[in-house]
Each structure stands twice: as structure tokens, then as C-alpha cells.
């Protein structure tokens, strides 16, 4: 049996949800998200926790079970207390701004790059070197921070360019010049 999907999603005060046929509706102070599970699963509410069931022992069975009571999960965290990713913007002249709703980034090209987020999701710049990003779905949160640090990832010789917060970048040595003599 596997050991998460087993586990049953409590369900806190404050927060509806709502299993139809095959899709299940989580509502609460950070917001509404729905999801539809493989058909191979069953989900079951009784106002108190959601649990999740698998028909047999198959390994797509086995590996479907976790996943739809991880994500279940995820959903209702998401909907109470929500998600949030760090980047951190390194670099001489390199800047993030807030525009309207999406995040202006000067990282070193020629033009500013500006990055919209999807909906659901909310960005906020404190300071120039920093990007809070911020929603309900755990699932566009990292995606969107994925996106914004693709622009200009961290390189390994000065450490230059955009990182999540508490990152490591490993560092690499530049060329070294030896005496031809």
C-alpha cells in the first residue's frame, strides 16, 4: 500500500470541498482550484477529509494513488495558507521592477524583458534585487518562478543572474595563466 496515498487530506475549517463524477473543487480564503483525477481512482469526501482509493495493485494503480492524494493535498495547503517562490537577482545594473501586473527585468541584454504571470498568481519586487512570487496553485507558482529565472539563470563564473532564494551556485574557477618560460 502505498505509504502517502493511504493517508487521508484533512480538510480545515474554512475550506468547501466538493468531489463530483470526476473532478473535485477546493475553495477557500487564497482561492478556487478544481482538478480532474485519472478515471482509474476514486475520491471520496465526507466534510471531514478526503480519501483516496486505488482498485488494484497494478504499478500504474500503485503510482496514480500517491500522486492524485499528493496533489489533492497540495490543493487544499494552496487554498488556506498558499504558495510562495523567492528569486533573488545577482549582478552589477541587473534589476527587477514591478509593472502593472507583471515583473520588468534589466539582467544585461540589450532590451528589458517583461514577464506577465498566469492568473491566480501575483508577483511583488520589495527591492530591486528580489521577486516574491505568490498563489494558491503550487503548480503555476514554480512554474512562473521557472520561467522568470530561464531568462537569465545563474552563471557559474561570477554568479551572475536570477536564483531562487538559498541557492547554491557552483562556483568555477576562471582560466588560469601560467608563465610560457
Do not use: C
Not at 4 to 30: F, H
Not at 39 to 60: C, F, H, I, Q
Not at 115 to 129: A, I, Q, R, S, Y
Request: aromatic share 4%; glycine share 12%; proline share 6%.
Amino acid at each position: 500500500m502505498s505509504r502517502i496515498g493511504k493517508q487521508l487530506v484533512p480538510i480545515p475549517s474554512g475550506v468547501k470541498v466538493q468531489v463530483d463524477a470526476a473532478k473535485i473543487r477546493v475553495e477557500g480564503p487564497k482561492g478556487k482550484l478544481e482538478f480532474s483525477w485519472h478515471p482509474a481512482m476514486k475520491v471520496e469526501s465526507d466534510g471531514k477529509a478526503v480519501k483516496v482509493t486505488r482498485p488494484d495493485n497494478e504499478r500504474l494503480s500503485r503510482s496514480l494513488h500517491g500522486l492524485t492524494r499528493a496533489l489533492i493535498n497540495n490543493m487544499v495547503v494552496g487554498v488556506t495558507k498558499g504558495y510562495e517562490k523567492r528569486l533573488k537577482v545577482e549582478g552589477i545594473g541587473f534589476q527587477a521592477k514591478a509593472e502593472k501586473k507583471g515583473v520588468l527585468l534589466m539582467v544585461g541584454y540589450a532590451n528589458q524583458i517583461v514577464k506577465l504571470p498566469p492568473e491566480g498568481v501575483t508577483v511583488e519586487v520589495p527591492d530591486p534585487n528580489t521577486i516574491v512570487i505568490k498563489g494558491a496553485d503550487k503548480q503555476k507558482v514554480g512554474q512562473f518562478a521557472a520561467e522568470v529565472r530561464a531568462v537569465r539563470k545563474p552563471e557559474p563564473y561570477k554568479g551572475k543572474g536570477i536564483m531562487y532564494e538559498g541557492e547554491k551556485i557552483r562556483r568555477k574557477e576562471g582560466k588560469s595563466f601560467t608563465s610560457g618560460a
